[in-house]
């Protein structure tokens, strides 16, 4: 079996790192991170290309698909963010 390849040289393959988020409309992260919804809502975030977008309806433990660099009070519905890094 060959060597498993980290494809993205900004994000690690297995992040190392957890944290609470609390949303906010003026505090960004201080790295990308993958963000996991405890409870179900809405989730507007900042990705790490800096498009600002609405993921609706993200269920209880999903998982938004990109890296983000803020999640926003305005508009986001779902709670229990954790950021992943």
Not at 44 to 66: E, H, K, L, M, Y
């Amino acid at each position: 079996m060959g060597k498993a390849t980290n494809f993205s040289p900004t994000f690690p393959m297995f992040p190392g790192g957890a944290a609470t988020v609390t949303p906010s409309d003026t505090v960004t992260f201080p790295s990308p991170s993958v963000v996991y919804v405890g409870t179900g809502g809405n989730v507007r975030v900042t990705t790490a290309q800096g498009d600002d977008v609405i993921f609706s309806n993200v269920p209880a433990g999903g998982i938004i698909p990109v890296q983000v660099d803020q999640v926003w009070s305005t508009n986001t519905t779902a709670i229990n963010i954790v950021r992943v890094y």
